[in-house]
């Protein structure tokens, strides 16, 4: 006895449709050899383009669907969609992609088996450039790695189902993660034990981008994306699934690892008034000044900078439409996506400090801690300036910062960044030298301070000099009168 047909609902993203959503749900609601009631279409919108909304609707039948989401993450919308959608089985698809005849009949036919849990499309390439082909045969040949080398890198929205209720159950995509999303969602089913299967049969023909900026922000959203989720996702995927990204070993590491040599309670390094002594005050606070801005404002410049490579990368490889020169374009809009990741990161990272609780360096957060480098040619981190410093979160009240240090008197100029603006420290003395910072009431609403220090080699023994730190410590206002 066969088992019966599973109701069907075919979830479509109108983001990012390249001028092919009417060819796509064309292709779905008017050319399917699916019987028509065994299917519904769900089409999600953003709102954006009111006007192809009116159109895509005159096409959709009875029993369909077409639903707006004020959002431009795709993968939102596909769990939008799936949340209303009435069938058994999802066919989530992209409305650049037109479906062959039998698209949805394959698909029902396959989860006829009860067994099956999760099937993707075969995809074929629609490329009109040169630099389009390249583009195809870079991400075929992906789609090929994720089915002959890995049992879990399988999921794939040019047409993949998927049991509703499986996918409702894992949460359905982490729209955090976007364009990263069916990576991890694949890890996710794979961890519960579910494989994709590959449906030779079910064919759609993708249009890929072909376009310099929609194809730069594709890989920067990814590498966001990536980074994102190296950051805040689950830690057994990661450790199981994905390996560490180069980037963020050798250059993420190798900055906290030079602030935690200028923090650091065990470095035993020198006190900075060696320095300060060595160098005329005007001259170190115009090194300090200028560390400063570049910590805080130059991520922009280097930014501006890799997209201009990015855009002579492009240039070259259309003029002379060689695969090697795409392949660097490629690779300078990683360099770039990656940059973004670092920087955004940088940016988000904190060590929380309560009131009357003092911390000593040892217990600092090494995530809090960093330097602030740059890529060179050689694809490796170097300092920009004499500089490290640590991001710290204040209680949401006036407070006193108080920094111990295990330096002599008088020999640090130190200076406090908060929201952009420079707060200098008064020195005062309780066990050993302290700095105090004080925050009044129309500071309170700043969360988030980064306290920055000058650091440099020696260069008779090329130790490195600056603040050794013993403790953070914050005090209730009543410290700003002392």
Known sequence: MNNPDPHVSVIVSLVDHREEAIPCLTSLAREQNASPESFEIIVVSDGTEPDMDQRISQILRVQDQL??????????????????????????IESHCVADAAFVKRFIEAFQNPELIAARCRTVGVAKSPLEHFERELFENSF???????CWNRVLIHGFGIRRKTFLEDGGFREKSENFGPWELGARLHRRGVNVAYLEGAVVHHRYMGEKDELRDFIVRFCLAEWEYQVNGEQDLIRSYFPRIPDWDTQGQSCRKQAKAVFGSRSGITALFRMAVKTPPSVFMKTLRSACNRIFYSERARESQLRLISDLAWAEA????QRDLFINFWKRCVDLGRWKALCHHASHRYQDIQIGIPLAAEDIDQRSLY??????????????????????????????????LASKTGATPLQMHVAGKVIKGRIFKTEGESICFDFPSECSTYETLVFVSPATVEPETGNLLGMLLKSISVEASAMNGR
């Open 144 to 150: 090929e790695v994720g089915l002959k080398e890995t």
């Open 67 to 92: 639903l707006i989401e004020s959002s431009r993450n795709e993968y939102r919308l596909f769990n939008t969609g799936a949340r209303a959608a009435l069938g058994d089985v999802l066919i989530i």
């Open 318 to 321: 259309e003029e002379l439409e």
């Open 371 to 404: 330097g602030w480098g740059e890529i060179n040619e050689k694809d490796r981190s170097r300092w920009v300036e004499p500089l490290s410093g640590i991001s710290v979160k204040l209680p949401p009240s006036p407070v006193c910062l108080i920094l111990n």
